[in-house]
């Protein structure tokens, strides 16, 4: 993974080392736009049910292998093409959607009174059933996804002995991202349906009572969400193709912090936390200046031949930055601070 | 008097340890002693949690990074002692190692109330799922920096601990941690803290200082927490970063939403129930049987909240009866094959032990059938979990038998997605365990 040394660059050595930049901007992008994806339907589904839905990043997973099966039933690396690689999408989509809304029937709906501690217990208890069955039915080992799409690099650039390389794989995933997102902002805000999650995320008895089939909505809800995990899964796959059933573990919980960073429940705030964890990922790590000598002082980082190896501090500066935001917006970026009546 | 009472009773507790501590290596295996220490860790550690989310309604899933604090900051404190004072070829035993347990598993209090007092100040701000993600980030945050900090082995692990642990030092904890923990529940603090998980704002309006009791409530929680960690250091002699990441607070939740959001005879409970469920899953023949034993027990013990509709009672029975069969073929040669284990079985009972197994797993099958609501209602709710195992069980016996091992995960969290199903409040609600309960547990077979 990209970002794994730390350059010595400032601002003013920063823009030097332009290229550089602009190829982390380029992964953190890339990364980020996958984990909006996933922030998406662990936001959307603590909107209508408040559950953090711990399982999702398990579909996620689900959605990986799916198109890994998919795309070799299509035989896409033999013959690559615009219609296999929309197909391997939609059956492993389609799939997920089927995957969650089962999930929500039989392991959430009948706690829909219980504490809320229940059932995120009953997630992580699915959440761990994916897992594991999937190592049993899958295997443990990894596998290599095929190629969907053929990699080859649209730009390429060098300035001042650094290079910017963006491949065409790198362009698709943030495209097809973005369109889903867009999509998805259609169908919330412009359809019956949308409009009767919205409701239902208001106010779940009041919608009951409006008449919407609430029990409908949650399920429609779990669908859509899993169906842009799975979306994310195949994309990042793309792009490290390399998939074992233990690996919806850490993208997920990545993904569940951006969301509650965006404002959990809040769809824009979603994709902003999805985009800032990415971003964060690559960017902090490769491009500070004043972090490595401080560690290095404490004897807590180690000294390699390309800089001062901070790799190590990537997931604990993704939470320190969300600790910092939280503390200083304590429901997240976007989100709305709700005002408790007594 | 009542002093005195109290002291005789210490005294008394404290024999009965030092006893304990003698005779079980002597009497049981070492495995079946080291269960026992796992389980009063996690005992330990449960019953912490149980203070802060249980007793104070604040959401913490952090607690493997205090356990990690704690466990560090004592191990570092005996091994330099011991590599740059003692200086000896072993650890310093004796009473000189006594003392110096007892100053390590002070130190492990006090360096993982710290890191408690640094999370629950944010509380003051933060509610419900962001508070728990602060929790998680701090605890993922402690393991990042252990993992870089190369005094303590970094990510290779602190090996060469010395070992210190036995049952009385562990069980000596244990008797503290309830002890206190229900103390202070009935204490006024303790009102106090109940208070503020059952409504915030009321009890700040009553004049409670909510900040310092949620304060309160993650300090004692985390040293707690901290004092297992060092526990668990000085008995397996190492300690390793990625033991103490997100999946270890998860367990510890488990345990504390499985016994009962509240209930300290909850957490001790499924704290030894869980441990000793996770090690009899490594053993194949006993997968299946845990597995249907605890669907059973669950059967009996959910109680139906909906009567029998007249219309559907026929298929319903149908389902019943079907289910009843499924289970028996499928069990019974599996209790056959755990029993076989046992040698005396074996010698006396095998020609006509499967005949035998048969009509008890029958009866055992048909004894919630006296209550066919139950029954009924509890396939329904599983019916998914039981079809598939079932199906897995009957028509793929080799194919489970050579991937049993990979099967103790997925049993296991098939078991809590069931028990959670069927008792979403935990096993113990917020009762406690007391004579009371065992009434209201065989209620529903005495009637």
């Known amino acids: 993974m990209a970002g794994s040394k730390c350059q010595p660059a400032n601002l003013l050595t920063g823009l030097v080392f332009l290229a550089d930049w602009l190829q982390q901007l380029t992964i953190g992008i890339v990364l980020g736009s996958v984990y909006a994806l996933i922030a998406l339907g662990y936001t959307m589904v603590y909107g209508v049910l408040r559950l953090i839905n711990f399982a999702h990043g398990d579909v996620y997973m689900l959605g990986a292998f799916f198109g890994y099966f998919a795309a070799n039933a299509l035989r896409t690396a033999e013959h690559p093409s615009l219609w296999r690689a929309a197909a391997v999408f939609l059956i492993a989509m389609g799939l997920c959607a089927l995957v969650g809304m089962t999930i929500e029937r039989f392991a959430y709906r009948p706690l829909r009174q219980a504490p809320r501690l229940t059932a995120l217990i009953t997630a992580i208890g699915v959440s761990f059933l994916l897992e594991y069955g999937g190592q049993l039915v899958f295997g443990a080992d990894p596998k290599s996804f095929p190629d969907v799409i053929e990699t080859k690099p649209v730009v390429e650039w060098e300035y001042k002995g650094s290079f910017l390389i963006i491949t065409n794989t790198q362009v698709v995933i943030v495209v097809v991202a973005f369109a889903l997102m867009l999509l998805l902002r259609f169908i919330v805000l412009h359809t019956k349906i949308g409009k009767a999650m919205r409701a239902v995320a208001q106010d779940r008895e009041a919608a009951a009572l409006m008449g919407v089939n609430t029990d409908a909505v949650i399920s429609f809800t779990f669908a859509l969400g899993s169906a842009l995990a799975a979306a994310g899964g195949i994309l990042i796959s793309l792009y490290q193709p390399s998939i074992d059933p233990l690996m919806g573990v850490l993208p997920g919980l990545k993904a569940f912090v951006a969301a509650v960073l965006g404002g959990i429940g809040n769809i824009p705030g979603a994709v902003l936390g999805g985009l800032l964890m990415g971003l964060a990922e690559t960017f902090v790590i490769a491009n500070t200046l004043w972090l490595p000598p401080i560690l290095m002082r404490l004897g807590m980082a180690k000294e390699s031949a390309s800089g001062v190896d901070i790799s190590n501090y990537a997931d604990a500066i993704a939470f320190l930055i969300l600790i910092v935001v939280l503390l200083v917006r304590p429901s997240g970026l976007l989100g709305s601070v709700q005002r408790e009546k007594v | ?447």
């Open chain 2, 1 to 447: 008097m009542k002093r005195l009472i109290n002291l005789i009773l210490l005294l008394l507790t404290v024999t009965a340890l030092l006893i304990l501590n003698a005779w079980l290596p002597r009497w049981l295996n070492p495995y079946i002693n080291q269960i026992i220490i796992m389980a009063g860790i996690n005992i330990i550690l449960a019953v912490s949690l149980n203070l802060i989310n249980g007793f104070t309604g604040q959401f913490s899933i952090g607690h493997a990074g205090f356990m990690a604090v704690g466990g560090y900051a004592s191990a570092a404190f005996t091994y330099y002692l011991w590599k740059l004072h003692f200086k000896g070829a072993h650890a310093p035993g004796g009473m000189t190692g006594y003392a110096i347990f007892f100053a390590a598993l002070l130190i492990a209090a006090l360096s993982a109330a710290v890191m408690g007092f640094l999370v629950g100040v944010p509380s003051l701000r933060l509610r419900g799922d962001y508070l728990a993600i602060v929790t998680l980030g701090f605890g993922e945050i402690i393991v990042a920096l252990i993992n870089n900090i190369e005094v303590v082995g970094g990510s290779r692990g602190f090996t060469d601990i010395p070992f210190y642990t036995n049952f009385f030092w562990v069980y000596l904890v244990v008797v503290a941690t309830v002890l206190m923990t229900r103390n202070l529940v009935q204490s006024a603090h303790g009102r106090a803290l109940i208070a503020v998980r059952e409504d915030e704002i009321a009890a700040d309006a009553m004049g409670i200082n909510t900040t310092r009791y949620k304060v309160l409530a993650f300090v004692i929680g985390s040293a707690c927490a901290g004092v297992a960690g060092a526990l668990q250091g000085h008995y397996n002699l190492s300690l390793h970063p990625s033991a103490f990441k997100f999946l270890k607070s998860v367990e510890v939740i488990i345990m504390v939403v499985l016994g009962g959001m509240g209930s300290i005879t909850g957490s001790v409970l499924t704290a030894i129930f869980v441990t000793v469920l996770l090690e009899l899953l490594r053993f194949p023949v006993w997968v299946a049987c845990i597995f249907f034993a605890l669907i059973l027990a669950t059967a009996i013990l959910s109680r139906p909240r909906v009567p029998l509709i007249k219309e559907q009672l026929v298929p319903q029975i149908l389902v019943c009866v079907g289910a009843t069969l499924l289970l028996v073929f499928a069990l019974a040669p599996i209790v056959h094959s755990a029993l076989l284990q046992v040698a005396w079985f074996k010698a006396h009972w095998a020609p006509i032990g499967t005949r035998l197994i048969f009509v008890g797993i029958a009866a055992a099958a048909v004894l919630p059938m006296k209550r066919l609501d139950v029954w009924t209602r509890f396939l329904f709710k599983n019916f998914i979990y039981a079809l598939v195992l079932t199906c897995v069980l009957l028509f793929a016996r080799k194919w489970f038998n050579d991937n049993a091992a990979g099967f103790r995960m997925i049993i296991y969290s098939a078991l809590l997605v069931i028990l959670m199903l069927n008792r979403p409040q935990g096993l113990f609600g917020k009762a406690e365990l007391s004579a009371a309960t065992w009434r209201r547990l065989f209620k529903p077979l005495a009637r």
